[in-house]
T-cell receptor, first 112, second 114 residues
Framework: EDKVVQSPLSLVVHEGDTVTLNCSYEVTNFRSLLWYKQEKKAPTFLFMLTSSGIEKKSGRLSSILDKKELFSILNITATQTGDSAVYLCAVEPMNRDDKIIFGKGTRLHILP | EAQVTQNPRYLITVTGKKLTVTCSQNMNHEYMSWYRQDPGLGLRQIYY???????DKGDVPEGYKVSRKEKRNFPLILESPSPNQTSLYFC?????????????FGPGTRLTVL
């Protein structure tokens, strides 16, 4: 059965710390992996990853995909209280008739 | 402004009273989808639609219906709501072609079934 597993489920750190969020997957015919940030509303898109080893970067956030080991990490450096959110990982299959699979998310809380 | 809209945003209803949550997108997206989000279970897909008149079941379709008569609209229908359908619902849309896989999410509908 296809699945996406995120870890940790919950994380509390102090402002300024660096965090690494993990996403592993078992999906038939992988197309892309997506990261979203969800605060008190709908998820907002962060990154889409399709190729192994190529880091995507946006400000203090970066992400990389390992298609051999079937996982991705999302790094946040110099965390700020505004980074507090649930971070969702999703995998899209190659066959567009198959559904997108979401992980359960990592709840990140940044202490001031 | 490109967006996905949902209505209503909040709804409290009683068991068995049929309801419809509307979803509309103005980006000419082919793919639309409904999710429910519950604590500890994450986002689960209810139904999705690849194009007009093409719909398919997601992970948790029981108790729900959808229709896709027009490209822009994808309503979610609960014929006989039950308390276990109390949840936060998100509609989303995306392009199918061109490799643009970002899903645009609506603002969410918080449904309580008493």
């Amino acid at each position: 059965e296809d699945k996406v597993v995120q870890s940790p489920l919950s994380l509390v750190v102090h402002e300024g710390d660096t965090v690494t969020l993990n996403c592993s997957y078992e999906v038939t015919n992988f197309r892309s992996l997506l990261w979203y940030k969800q605060e008190k509303k709908a998820p907002t898109f962060l990154f889409m990853l399709t190729s192994s080893g190529i880091e995507k970067k946006s400000g203090r956030l970066s992400s990389i995909l390992d298609k051999k080991e079937l996982f991705s990490i999302l790094n946040i450096t110099a965390t700020q209280t505004g980074d507090s959110a649930v971070y969702l990982c999703a995998v899209e299959p190659m066959n567009r008739d198959d559904k997108i699979i979401f992980g359960k998310g990592t709840r990140l809380h940044i202490l001031p | 402004e490109a967006q996905v809209t949902q209505n209503p945003r909040y709804l409290i209803t009683v068991t068995g009273k049929k309801l419809t949550v509307t979803c509309s997108q103005n980006m000419n997206h082919e793919y639309m989808s409904w999710y429910r989000q519950d604590p500890g279970l994450g986002l689960r897909q209810i139904y999705y639609s690849m194009n007009v008149e093409v719909t398919d079941k997601g992970d948790v379709p029981e108790g729900y219906k959808v229709s896709r008569k027009e490209k822009r609209n994808f309503p979610l229908i609960l014929e006989s709501p039950s308390p276990n359908q109390t949840s936060l619902y998100f509609c989303a849309s995306s392009y199918l072609a061109g490799g643009l896989n970002e899903q645009f999410f609506g603002p969410g509908t918080r449904l309580t079934v008493l």
